[in-house]
């Protein structure tokens, strides 16, 4: 009569091929290692993933301060000034900031240093610019020659709020029998701190009066507008539609899009590389199992002789390696979480500001990748198990025991 194929019998003989053989110590040994292979790629997979989904997340967010979410260009003369009032009526809850821009050489007694200057209206650009809201703040009334720079080119500079600063324009101006470059002095309203030090180094905020004015800008035109919208990708295409065909409109991840690109390809190619720690454990997995089926073998050929069928070996040693699999990865789960844990709380590994926008390693498991991982390992250790118990459900009794 055939055991049944739920019954406790199944139970009880894969804890007794758990246990420890003295006889056969590298089967455990073996089992040992397989269950450690597959919880440190385990624990590996979700601190790497959590840093590289961590890292792209931070610079996304940097990159959104100072690149605005949505810009509008144009191909010709600038964009009209009828065109930013009909964005501004047909898209309500939209925030627009209309600039202008050059490049500048700023110039001080400390040295000389180029960038690229923004005419903007301050009070637009603050309810869209955080970082430049918090530069201006409490700063008093806004006069047509203030200028914010960033804190990395007001140390080089050596100058600081209220200073005065001389630019160099690249547009050029009649000086006796030649040509100089314009160049004006501003006060030096405030500064900010990105988080980006290329940033901070090279872009600086001017009010729109004075670019007009010194660059003979017409009024009724911008270089460009800013944008800042909740769900940019839902409104890029219905603002596209609107404009004129001498004006277009992008996106931040058409901005950045071969930046972020390689973060997802680099964050992939990780993924694959490491899942191939768990596949050289799931080896030890089926090495483990095959050489306990070697040694068992007239254990199962009597097994078969009382009766168990052929499925009932197959799942014995098919649970076998499920077990040492599936606690593995318990296990990984449990060290990679509590590792993410101490990697959030406390400042283990500092990296330099000036190149990641943060001092503090940034680390954001997301369910999506968390699920992928678990699932991509329960895929490994489920078809290594299937090997080794298909082996074990072919042993022919009748032929073990005869050599027995």
Do not use: C
């Not at 610079?59 to 260009?73: D, E, Q």
């Not at 905020?205 to 009724?220: F, G, H, N």
């Not at 058409?254 to 050289?280: H, P, R, S, W, Y």
């Not at 509590?338 to 390693?361: A, C, E, Q």
């Amino acid at each position: 009569m055939a055991l049944p194929a739920d019954s406790r019998i199944i139970g009880k003989v894969v804890r007794h091929y758990l246990k420890y053989d003295r006889e056969n110590p590298f089967i455990f040994i073996s089992a040992i290692l397989a269950f450690l292979g597959i919880s440190a790629g385990v624990m590996v997979l979700m601190v790497a993933m959590g840093i590289m989904n961590g890292t792209q997340k931070e610079f996304r967010k940097k990159l959104f301060v100072m690149n605005y979410p949505l810009t509008v260009i144009s191909y010709g003369r600038g964009v009209r000034k009828e065109t930013v009032e009909k964005i501004e009526k047909k898209f309500p809850s939209l925030k627009l900031s209309p600039f202008y821009s050059t490049q500048v050489i700023a110039k001080n007694f400390n040295g000389i240093h180029g960038g690229i200057l923004y005419g903007v209206d301050f009070a637009s650009e603050a309810s869209i610019n955080p970082i430049f809201a918090k530069a201006i703040d409490g700063s008093g009334k806004t006069g047509r020659y203030d200028i914010v720079i960033g804190d990395d080119l007001a140390i080089m500079l050596g100058t600081d709020r209220g200073n005065r600063l001389l630019l160099y324009f690249s547009k050029q101006q009649a000086a006796g029998f030649g040509t100089m470059p314009i160049q004006k002095h501003f006060t030096v309203k405030g500064t900010f701190d990105s988080g980006l030090n290329a940033y901070d180094k090279a872009i600086m905020y001017t009010t729109t009066d004075a670019l007009r004015k010194i660059l003979k800008k017409p009024s009724d035109r911008y270089d460009g507008v800013h944008i800042y919208a909740e769900e940019p990708r839902k409104v890029v295409s219905k603002i596209k539609a609107i404009l004129p065909d001498d004006a277009d409109i992008e996106g931040w991840w058409q901005q950045n899009g071969n930046f972020f690109a390689a973060m997802e390809m680099e964050k992939k190619a990780l993924f694959l590389v490491l899942l191939m720690i768990i596949l050289v454990a799931s080896l030890n997995i089926i090495s483990s199992l095959l050489m306990t089926v070697m040694s068992r073998r007239s254990e199962i050929a009597l097994l078969r002789t009382l009766g168990a069928s052929k499925k009932e070996i197959h799942r014995i040693f098919f649970r076998l390696g499920l077990f040492i699999g599936t606690a593995g990865i318990g296990a990984g789960t449990l060290m990679g979480l509590t590792s993410i844990w101490i990697l959030k709380r406390f400042d283990i590994v500092s990296l330099p500001k000036d190149v990641y926008g943060t001092n503090h390693l940034p680390v954001d498991l997301t369910l999506g990748d968390f699920s992928m991982i678990i699932a991509g390992t329960i895929a490994i250790v489920f078809v290594s198990a299937l090997y080794p118990a298909r082996k074990a459900s072919s042993t022919e009794p009748l032929n073990v025991l005869k050599n027995e």
